[in-house]
């Protein structure tokens, strides 16, 4: 990787937990969670604090949802878009009664009228389900339908899929939508769309967006593929990426939107390590000779890909003939980052331990499904020079197409497996990774019971402790929490107290940040800590405090 300023780069100082050699995979079983239902067409998955699980399904993957290959003709028109609107309108005007012959080849007569047309296109809906285990012996026993009527005209994948805090967040193109049940009786009764202007082009089926997550300054993150990004704010900003992916984020209310970085072709999930490094694997472009890539993502890079590169078959194309694909090296322009690494084919589900899931020997682990393969892969990262490295790369398991990844509560990790080769037959299912009890990480139970506890009967001082706690989404409640009651004080302590945990001073810098952006400080306590001795410190409070500038 090129040379950047030191301090503006936040380094997990990593490399004393760092193994010698990566544990053994054989520990880790996989358990169908679902054994007495199917699971229809699961795509992503995100739990509450209880342990139930909320998992998409599709429906409109290549029915509604078109895909460019299957439409080579329209190439050129695609191309054009640059806006959603542009996409709709283009659909608008073939998608008629009077070229139902012709659009039968694109869309079946779902409603049974005899005619291919517009209808057809808004005739299924991607769906959320919720998951439990009612009765308690560690297997979930009953599905419930949690909220549909995502059947947008040009609407997508439902490829991402968040709990927080009451709320559940889905991503299905052109529209992030925030969902809450306000009854009790799991099904949402209130939507509002939060961000929207994402999927300029058909391109290729899945590249939509993925991934939703919070992040950790208290902001949803999620990903979308190349299929485009034009997304116009009520505060005056036009965000014009109509061909390329990204990583996006935003307020849990949708206000301050941004992009966080682009260039990407198809990254579905992107995770970040307890020093809020964020990482992804994109997929290649299907190219001879090209591998998937993994990629540290930093604020506002350009990862170098353009969704009209696709189709240069002949002649020059720069992602192949500058090697835009492979790891730096001094031949390749200066306007992109390239990758890491290259790495394993098909990436879709990426999750990091949060700290105690799992066992010990899998801590500081980033894990990756290969979905096409039906492949699972554990690999941790470590500084080098300016960047890191990929260290520990193992198979985990092979045979199950997992999807989405997360872990529960309970310390386990769980995918959705809708099938290899993405088949629609609502014969999916979710799968529990986990070790053996006797190599459980010892503080999972206790995790468990504070991922569920109600931090806001906390006292300060207990939230100060739980800071410092071992998992890191804990830490992460605590941090919110403070910040939410708007105790500047307290999490300036934090930040500035060299004797701290380092972790938790982190925490409360972050936590600060979310002050700083709702207006309720000013900048000074951040910069204060410019000078501190700790240089992990001193590059997070920098990014901090210029974030957005």
Known sequence: MRKLPLLLLSFAVLTSLLQAEHPDPKQLKFTKWTPDFPVPDPVAISFDPQGRAYV??????????????????????????????????????????????????????????????????????????????????????????????????????????????????????????????????????????????????????????????????????????????????????DYRFPSQGGLMRCELD??????????????????????????????????????????????????????????????????????????????????FTPPL??????????????????????????????????????????????????????????GVALVGLNFAPDGALYGVDWGGGYPLNESGAVWKIDVPLEKAHPGREATEKLVAADFSEKNTNALVELLAHEDQRIRLKAQWEIAGRGEEETLSKVASDQKSDQLARLHALWGLGQLFRAEEIDRSTLVSLFSDKDPEVRAQAIKTATDGF
Request: hydrophobic share 35%; proline share 4%; with cysteine.
């Open 56 to 237: 998409t399904q599709t429906q409109r993957r290549k029915a509604n949802d078109l895909d460019i290959r299957l439409n080579a003709e329209w190439i050129p028109n695609d191309l054009s878009f640059t806006s959603t609107e542009d996409k709709e309108n283009f659909y608008r005007e073939q998608f008629t009664p009077e070229n139902s012959a012709a659009n039968a080849k694109r869309v079946k007569d779902f409603n049974g009228d005899g005619i291919h047309d517009l209808e057809d296109l808004t005739a299924l809906s991607e769906r959320i389900h919720l998951i439990a285990d009612e009765d308690g012996d560690g297997f979930a026993d009953n599905i419930y339908l949690y909220a549909e009527e995502l059947d947008h005209l040009i609407g997508g994948v439902a490829g991402g899929v968040l709990f927080h805090e009451g709320d559940v967040y889905v991503s299905p193109v052109p529209e992030v939508f925030k969902f809450r049940d306000t009854n009790g009786d799991d099904k949402a009764d209130t939507r509002e769309v939060i961000a929207s202007g994402f999927g300029v082009h058909l391109a290729y089926a899945g590249h939509d967006m993925h991934g939703l997550f919070m992040g950790p300054d208290g902001r949803v993150y999620w990903s979308i593929g190349d299929k485009g990004i034009r997304v116009k704010t009520a505060d005056g900003f």
């Open 254 to 335: 949708g206000s301050n939107f941004e992009i966080f970085a682009h260039g990407q072709r198809n990254i579905q999930e992107v995770s970040f390590d307890q020093y809020g490094n964020f990482f992804g694997v994109d997929n290649d472009a299907d190219f001879e000779g090209e591998r998937e890539r993994l990629v540290y993502i930093e604020q506002y890079m350009d990862c170098g890909w353009r969704s009209n590169w696709q189709y240069l078959r002949e002649g020059y194309n720069p992602w192949n003939d500058d090697l835009m694909h492979v790891p730096y090296h001094e031949e390749q322009p200066r306007w």
């Open 341 to 398: 690494s290259n790495y394993e084919n098909g990436p879709a589900g990426f999750k990091y331990n949060p700290g105690t899931a799992l066992g010990p020997d899998y801590q500081d682990y980033f894990f990756l499904t290969s979905a096409p393969r039906g492949e699972q892969w554990a690999f941790q990262v470590k500084p080098s020079g300016d960047a890191f490295e990929m260290v520990n790369d193992h198979k985990i398991g092979e």
